[in-house]
């Protein structure tokens, strides 16, 4: 199991829900990341990244697009990929 900091747990907890049941969405599901000091505008900023990629998630699976090699075996291994020095 990864070790998380209460950021990346809040973050990621409000992502999913945010993902699977946006319409259950309520107050109080952000108030984890308040608690951490995001205001109204950074809370929006996370809305628009979690739809962001929701769509683009969305558009790859129904064009049927694939992984190349190099980024299923990160995915697969947990080694980021590295940039071409």
């Known amino acids: ?9 809040a973050l990621g907890e409000l992502a999913e829900k945010l993902s699977a049941t946006p319409t259950r969405m309520l107050e109080r599901d952000w108030q984890p990341l308040r608690d951490l000091g995001f205001d109204d505008r950074a809370c929006l900023e996370v809305a628009h990244i979690v739809g962001i990629f929701n769509h683009l998630t969305r558009l790859a699976d129904g064009l049927g697009l694939e992984l190349d090699a190099a980024t299923r075996a990160a995915a697969e ?4 990929l590295r940039r071409p020095d």
């Open 77 to 80: 291994s947990g080694v980021a």
């Open 1 to 9: 199991m990864v070790d998380l900091t209460a950021r990346q747990r």
